[in-house]
């Protein structure tokens, strides 16, 4: 089966059902984070009717948007947690459906690097903490053993904690096929639909949407770093409060890849997981994120003194990176509450489940989570029937250690030389059920203008390529206008 | 098309078509080399001059005031004519050992095996993320270079109403391509207490009615989507706000070397240009050097010069050594 089975739902596509509603399904889900995309592609596979309805136009616009693509072990979790267990059957999920989806993994295998005494006398409470989480592969290694390694990280550094299993994906890629796999499954999306309001008449939602009403039975909340707002516009009350934290990150031009292998992790402290040296899937070494507490839940923007600073640090475990040039800067935002376990409300009167507070390993256990979301719905009685013979769904590789698009003949032009995006490549991402509704969109769907130049090359053949297909485009006009 | 695939007996491969590439090509066959491949990753010939749909092309080496795509066209005539051949859309991936390039064409991916290569593969400016400037990620942010492509060969401007950062040669040449394209720049920022070049600027600048703000740097870039204004402040802290609808950096060449960066070739991290001996050759002396990749960023005739003395190297090279197999 192919796009033929896939419902990209456009507002003059009416639904039967409800006589009102443009849409009615067994399940809405707000939010097209990867929470989000993760519980849409859960639900449609276990036989119910799904809508996810997003108000950017696309996915990926709030805390999915930029992220350190680290698929956790958990060895560090809050032990006995929700979110211990979420991130672990996240991990195993990710692990048994990744090849079928075509979605890449890197197995870098991650370092806690001690450069201090007093980081090394934390060491035991990690063990025993890794231990508890049932991550009983970790491992001392001593200074020599860690340079053999990382033969480029400064020989300052002390002992390491080796975590084998820890490893690195594609934070967008990753999202993408959940949800596509879900409308190739007969489930539903509303982009540019933001939910501002909404009833329950005991059996069923009522959405209000900027795109029309969504009928429901079930209600998940995954809008993020929307999540109380939405709680409490809907649902009329919420328990946490968002605390939007963001992280920066810069990261360096590919040649600094053959510098490292693995993840480089900070001893853990209270508030934050620290700064990470990291390989990224595409092929770059990348140093961040920082924690910086702000009122916006939406301005990911970057400072320079920050990212200078970030850059030093990575020197000063990395040497050799002074001499690699810069490839980009980002930033990303945690949906923090005042909290710091995962805020997931489960309120059964009203058939709404909030999965709130999904802080700092959201990408690892999205899917996780979506499979709690299963249980509680099962636990509420819902008795979906399992599709018999789910449509496998696969997403282009963009991961720099598997083939691309380019390798294989036929692909007309290459768009972006830095990165090597085909037209073909392009061009697809702009078709089929769940095209690009945005330039960011397509971005995080070809790679195009992430690489060293930053668009000096491409932009121009891009903005013609995506000339009016866009509300926001590259170009903002012709030149004879 | 060539196929670069199927090109057999390769004497010199040349990477880039621009006016080092070209020149050098010219040149090698008109001393007699036999093979000569230009291999261009671009569906089109001729680098960067192709979009700078303004003069002074040409001065040196032809006697004539030209538009950068009439003397980009002219380099092809020229090298066609000498029996150059030109391979488009072909992007070398990787520099081997000895010569030995792989490369990426619609029509496949394999390698090709050359006595000799020059990289000519230019430089490109130095974009806003590596200046680690403040601020959102958001549309009309863009470079000189980019904004010329889409103006000079798409129609379309990326902004009406941009700040312009930096005061080089190039954003001399930005503020003409503005003009020309209807768009208004409401500020030109540098950072240091003068322009880089001090009387052309200036003049044109207030020409064209641009405030100039030394001493000057962008601290945000603010919007939602799309660039809505700057904050800069200037060397006394003062802070303030600038309405535009983009930000365009302009200068700070650095060279295309990525092929090298990735390679075996000796890299000088400090102007991130290969390593080179007198003769303009690398490390491995199979390859050799020319053009803007090691002199950011030298006029178009500048380039053209060393395109063809480089290529004076080579020949010799070949003649004194064609029985020396650097090659597999
Ligand atoms: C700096 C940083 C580093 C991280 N590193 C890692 C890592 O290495 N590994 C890992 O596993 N996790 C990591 N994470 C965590 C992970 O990115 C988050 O946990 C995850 O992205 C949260 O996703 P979400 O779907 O809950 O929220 P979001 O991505 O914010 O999605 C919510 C969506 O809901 C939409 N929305 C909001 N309100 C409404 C409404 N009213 N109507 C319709 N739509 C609405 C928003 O537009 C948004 O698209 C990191 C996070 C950050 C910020
Ligand atoms: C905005 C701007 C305005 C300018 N204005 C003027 C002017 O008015 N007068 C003047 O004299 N000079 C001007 N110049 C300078 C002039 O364009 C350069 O000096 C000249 O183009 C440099 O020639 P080159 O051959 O070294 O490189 P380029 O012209 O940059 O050519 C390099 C070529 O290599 C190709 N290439 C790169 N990597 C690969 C790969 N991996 N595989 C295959 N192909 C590859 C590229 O596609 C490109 O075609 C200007 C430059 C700019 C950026």
Redesign the interface.
Known sequence: MNSKNCNKTTPDTHKKGSSSSLISADIAIIGGGVVGCAVARKMALEGASVVLIEKAPDILDGASKGNSAILHTGFDAPVDSLEQKCVQNGYDEYIKIHESLNLPLLKTSALVAAWSKEEEDRFPDIFKKGVNNGVKDLCLLSRKEILNLEPSLANHIRSAILVPKEYVIDPWSAPFAYLKQALENGGQALFNAEVTKGRFDGTNWYLNTKQGEVQAGYVINCAGLYGDILDKNVLGSTQFQIKPRKGQF??F???ARKLLSSIILPVPTERTKGIVLFPTIFGNIVVGPTAEEQESRS??????KT??LL?EQAIEKLPALA?M??????AGIRPATEKKHYRVIHNHDKNWITLGGIRSTGLTGALGLACHVHDLLLQQGSDFKKLETPVTTTVPNLAEHLPRD??R??????IC??E?VTKREITAAMKGCLPAG??DGLKRRTRATMG??????C???L??LT?EKFT?????????? | MINPLKYDNCDVAIIGSGPAGLAAAIALKKQGVNRVLVLERESEAGGIPRHCGHPPFGVLEHARVMTGPSYAKKNIRTAQNAGVDMALKTSVTALGVKGELSIASPLGTGTIQAKRVLIATGVRETPRSARLISGSRLLGISTTGALQSMVYLKNLIPFRNPVVVGTEIVSFSALFTCKKAGIHPVAMLEEKPKPSIMQPLQKAAHLFGVPLFLNTQIINIIGKDRVEAVKVADIEGNIRKIDCDGVLFTGLFTPESSLVSMSHLKLDHNTKSPVIDEFNRCSDLAYYAAGNLLQPLNIAGNCWRQGRKTASFIAKDLKENAHVNLGK
């Open positions: 810069v990261v031009d590919k040649a301005n990911a923007s970057v400072d320079k990212l200078t850059v001499k040039p810069i490839t980009a800067t980002y380019w390798a003949e036929g692909y007309e032009e290459i030389h830095c090597m945005s330039i060293r130049c930053q668009g000096f090359y932009s121009a053949r903005a013609e000339k926001n485009t590259i170009g903002v006009g012709e030149l004879d206008d």
